[in-house]
């Protein structure tokens, strides 16, 4: 955890809007770039969120409290999340929620729509005053309205965490006040002090919650009906890595196995467990590897992951959005850490392989570090480390422990 309130974090804020703002100390052409974006964002949104208001404005029961959240980022963004916003639902347990999500299909991995849970439509803009609270989640949390009135009236025992919540908001304006600039940065600051990426959402939003904690999905989300797929268990998934949002061209993404090495560890795989099934899993921009039993890349909905997931006695993966997922299965993964660093993502249920051969680099020169590494090697360093034979020695030792009868 981080003391938030020492002198040594204030110092190191400091630094990190000293760095922003260093070039525009002697360049109004820098300064003017800056107000320039600032003033971007406040037209751009603002005549959005009119837009929305005049064309999607939702009729609200004036007895309930409506919570809207948006979700950023990806299905792993998500799921991490989801711990703040359990926290959230129990001290609002009486409140309607809105799930706003970038990812087409993350909320309806994670929540049954019912009367109290409201998936929003991709696409569709919420209207942000239409609700009595709206925030933003990712790295950081940002509240961007309040019904103050209204949450006074119905949600009075809340009251003390929000005014907590918006006083730390205060405190860290610099980063809030364009966090899709400055969520990078407040990551960055988390990497270097050696902690989850939940933490920043822990201390912004006040809610009291462990950045480890695991669960079990709705049992309609885990009991879906993925019988046509033919899988006969024991079986355990592996997954390239390489998410629906990855546009690299013909390069491989530097937190992602080579397929060379991935199929060199199916093959020594199926070679001491030939009774295990090994699934792949993946969008269609995932390459397809020789030697598994069952070949599921770009055949399934996203609907049906969590219980492709939930029956596997193991899944490997590089740092990615399903290993985020397993998070709220029985299903622990193998991760193969490359460029990410494990103590902003790694989950204490999960098997964390990395090595720490050059630090970690992600979020530096933008979206380039999924592809270019700044120190130019062609292959992640950390990622090279994992050979298919370790790899291999990790899996059978767990599959050894947590299932002895399959693997005798």
């Not at 929540?111 to 009595?132: C, E, F, H, K, S």
């Not at 509240?143 to 907590?164: H, S």
């Not at 993925?226 to 546009?247: E, Q």
Request: hydrophobic residues 40%.
């Amino acid at each position: 955890m981080i003391d938030w309130s020492s002198p040594k974090i204030r110092l190191a804020f400091e630094e990190i809007r000293s760095y922003c703002e260093m070039y525009g100390r002697g360049s109004r052409v820098v300064r003017w770039a800056y107000a320039y974006r600032r003033l971007r964002n406040r037209v751009y949104y603002g005549l959005q969120q009119q837009l929305a208001g005049c064309l999607r404005r939702p009729h609200l029961d004036k007895q309930q409290l409506h919570i809207l959240l948006h979700l950023r980022g990806g299905l792993g963004d998500c799921a991490a999340l989801w711990v703040g916003v359990r926290a959230l639902r129990k001290q609002l347990p009486q409140a309607v929620f809105y799930y706003y999500t970038d990812s087409p299909y993350a909320a309806r991995l994670l929540v049954m729509p019912d009367a109290q849970n409201i998936i929003l439509p991709l696409g569709r803009i919420p209207y942000r005053r239409a609700y009595d609270m709206a925030c933003e989640w990712c790295i950081s949390f940002k509240t961007v309205y309040i019904n103050r009135g209204r949450m006074e009236k119905l949600a009075p025992k809340f009251m003390p965490v929000l005014e907590k919540s918006l006083a730390r908001q205060k405190e860290l304006e610099f980063f809030l006040c364009d966090n899709y600039l400055l969520d990078d940065a407040l990551g960055r600051f988390l990497y270097h002090h050696k902690v989850s990426r939940l933490e920043a959402v822990r201390y912004l939003s006040a809610l009291d919650f462990d950045v480890q904690e695991t669960g079990l999905l709705p049992q309609p989300i885990l009991q879906k009906d993925i019988s046509k797929y033919g899988l006969k268990p024991p079986y355990i998934t592996v997954h390239s890595g390489i998410n629906t949002t990855f546009n690299c061209g013909t390069k491989t993404p530097l937190k992602c196995w080579s397929q060379n090495n991935w199929e060199q560890f199916i093959f020594l795989f199926k070679k001491q467990f030939p009774n295990i099934q090994v699934v792949q899993m993946g969008g269609k921009n995932s390459p397809h590897f020789t030697g598994v039993d069952v070949d599921l890349v770009g055949k399934t909905t996203g609907e049906e992951i969590p219980a492709l997931l939930n029956g596997a006695c193991l899944h490997i993966d590089g740092e990615s959005g399903l290993v985020q997922l397993t998070r709220w299965l029985k299903t622990k993964a193998v991760v193969l850490f490359g460029p990410t660093a494990p103590c902003l993502f790694a989950l204490s249920k999960n098997i964390n392989v990395s090595a720490d051969r050059c630090g970690y680099c992600m979020w530096l020169h933008g979206a380039q570090w999924h592809t270019d590494c700044p120190l130019g090697h062609k292959i992640c360093q950390n990622m090279a480390v994992h050979t298919p034979q370790r790899v291999l020695e990790i899996v059978a030792k767990e599959l050894k422990h947590e299932f002895p009868v399959f693997t005798k």
